[in-house]
C-alpha cells in the first residue's frame, strides 16, 4: 500500500534512536538526539527552508518565510510550531522497527517481536475509535516513539507541502527540542533565537483535541530530626524521626493520590522517603492542582500536618520546604494572546473539526514556554498510549494532525494581523 508522505517520514524517523537520559548533565542529555536533529537540518537544506541550522545543544531551526505581502506579513505575529527530537527513558528507543498494520478491524492485535505485547481494546479503549485505520505499532520490543516524532513527521512534511505553495501563511518558525521527557525540553532554548509571538507544540496525544492547561506543580520537602539514645534505655528519651514522618505521610488523603485522581482532580504524592535511621527522615512530596486555590489548599494542608507533628514532638525539629516548579500555563496563555486559543479551534472548524479541551496532568513544553511569555498551547499529533511498548499512532491520524497545522497556520495568515482587536473573539467575529 502506498503511504502518504507524512507517513513515510514518520516511519524513518522512528528508527532512529533518540532516548534521553535523566542521569545525564549534558545538553543534549544524549548525543544520539542529534543524529535525529543533523538529519532534519539536512532535509529541511534540502527542501529550500531558511535559516536552517542546529544550534551547540542540540535545537534545530527553520524559518518558512510568510507568502503575504510585505505590510500585513509584518503585522501577523510570528508563529513558532515545535516538536521534540526525545523519546522517553522509561522504554527502550533502540532498534524500533515499526509494523503497519492495514486495515485494524478492532480485535486484540499480537506484536511479532514479542507476542505477550498486545493491542487490546479493553486495556486501551481509544482503539475502539480507530477501526479502519492503519494502526502503527513497533514490533513489541521498544516503544514507537509516537512522542514525538510524529510532531517531527508533521513538521518536516508541513516544510515540504509548503515550500513552493504560495497559498497564505504567517512568517513560520520551526523549531526541534531536544530533552522534552526528561523536563528540560526548553531549558536552554533561546527565545530570542526562536523569533516566535505565538506558538504551538505538536506534542498532544488524541486527535480533535487542544491541551491548553498543565498542574500547577509544586515538591514539598519534610525533613524530620529525631534524638537517639539507645533503645533500650530509651523511655521519654528517644524522638524516632522515621516514625513521625510515617505518621505525617498516614495523613495525607488516600483519595487525593495519583492512584485514585483523574481528569481535574490535584493529589498528594510523596515519592521519595529517606530514612537510613530513626534520627533523620526526609520525604518529598509532590503537590499537584489545576486550580490556583487548591493548589494553595494543599500547601496549607502540608503545613498543619507539619505544624501538627511540631506540638505533639516539641524534640524533634521537622522543617518543611515547599518549592514551586511549575504554573499551569492556561493564566499565561490568555494573559498574553488567547488567540493562540481561539484560532486553534476556528482552524478546526474550517475543517469540520470541534476540538475538545483536555487537561495535561502533568507539564509540557508548552507550560514554560508559556511563562517565560511565549503562549503554547499544545496540538494533537494522533499517538496514543505513550513511553510504552503498547504505543501506537495510525496513518490517518498522522495524515489530520498535518491537515489540521495547515489551517491553522492558514488561519493565522488570515486573521492574525488584527491590529487594534487583540482580543481574538472579537476580530475573529468581525472578520467572519
Ligand atoms: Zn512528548
Known amino acids: 500500500m502506498a503511504l502518504p508522505a507524512v507517513a513515510e517520514r514518520f516511519l524513518r524517523y522512528v528508527q532512529i534512536d533518540t532516548q534521553s537520559d535523566p542521569s545525564s548533565d549534558a545538553t543534549p542529555s544524549t548525543d544520539k538526539q542529534k543524529d535525529l536533529g543533523r538529519l532534519l537540518e539536512h532535509e ?36 513558532a510550531l515545535l516538536a521534540h527530537l526525545d523519546t522517553s527513558p522509561d522504554e527502550s528507543g533502540a532498534n524500533v522497527r515499526p509494523i503497519v498494520h492495514e486495515n485494524y478491524e478492532g480485535g486484540i492485535l499480537a506484536l511479532p517481536g514479542d507476542p505477550s505485547v498486545t493491542l487490546d481494546p479493553a486495556r486501551q479503549p481509544a482503539l475502539l475509535q480507530h477501526v479502519g485505520h492503519d494502526l502503527i505499532t513497533s514490533d513489541g520490543t521498544t516503544l514507537l516513539g509516537s512522542d514525538d516524532k510524529a510532531g517531527v513527521a508533521v513538521l518536516m512534511q508541513l516544510a515540504q507541502d509548503l515550500i513552493g505553495d504560495d497559498a497564505p501563511r504567517p512568517t513560520l518558525r520551526l523549531c ?26 505538536l506534542d498532544g496525544s488524541a486527535t480533535e483535541t487542544l491541551y491548553v492547561e498543565t498542574f500547577n506543580a509544586a515538591e514539598a520537602t519534610i525533613t524530620v530530626e529525631g534524638v537517639m539514645v539507645h533503645p533500650g534505655y530509651a523511655k521519654g528519651l528517644m524522638v524516632n524521626a522515621a516514625r513521625i514522618l510515617a505518621g505525617l ?15 481535574r482532580e490535584g493529589y498528594f504524592h510523596p515519592h521519595t522517603i529517606d530514612a537510613s535511621n530513626a534520627s533523620r527522615a526526609r520525604a518529598k512530596i509532590l503537590l499537584r492542582d489545576f486550580d490556583d486555590e487548591g493548589m494553595a489548599r494543599r500547601k496549607a494542608f502540608v503545613a498543619a500536618l507539619v505544624e501538627q507533628q511540631r506540638l505533639r514532638h516539641p524534640k524533634a525539629r521537622i522543617t518543611l520546604d515547599v518549592k514551586d ?9 490568555e494573559g498574553s494572546d488567547r488567540r493562540t486559543i481561539t484560532f486553534a479551534h476556528r482552524a478546526g472548524e474550517a475543517m469540520g473539526l470541534t476540538l475538545v479541551e483536555k487537561v495535561v496532568r502533568g507539564g509540557t513544553d508548552g507550560a514554560r514556554l508559556s511563562e517565560k511569555g511565549l503562549p503554547t498551547p499544545n496540538v494533537f499529533n494522533g499517538g496514543h498510549d505513550y513511553h510504552s511498548r503498547f504505543e501506537w499512532n495510525t496513518v490517518q491520524n498522522l495524515a489530520l494532525s498535518l491537515a489540521y497545522t495547515k489551517h491553522l497556520v492558514r488561519y493565522w495568515a488570515k486573521h492574525g494581523a488584527g491590529g487594534e482587536w487583540m482580543n481574538g473573539e472579537t476580530e475573529d467575529r468581525r472578520q467572519n
Open 44 to 79: 529541511l537544506k534540502a527542501l529550500g527552508a531558511e535559516n536552517v541550522y542546529m544550534d551547540e545543544y542540540g535545537y534545530v531551526f527553520a524559518t518558512l518565510p510568510s507568502t503575504l505581502p510585505a505590510e500585513r506579513a509584518s503585522a501577523t505575529p510570528v508563529v
Open 176 to 201: 526541534f527540542t531536544v530533552d522534552e521527557e526528561i523536563g528540560r525540553g526548553v531549558e536552554k532554548l533561546d527565545l530570542a533565537k526562536l523569533g516566535a509571538d505565538v506558538a504551538y507544540t
Open 249 to 263: 505521610l498516614a495523613a495525607l488523603p488516600a483519595d487525593e493520590a495519583p492512584e485514585t485522581t483523574k481528569g
Open 325 to 333: 516548579q511549575y504554573k499551569n500555563m492556561r493564566r499565561y496563555i
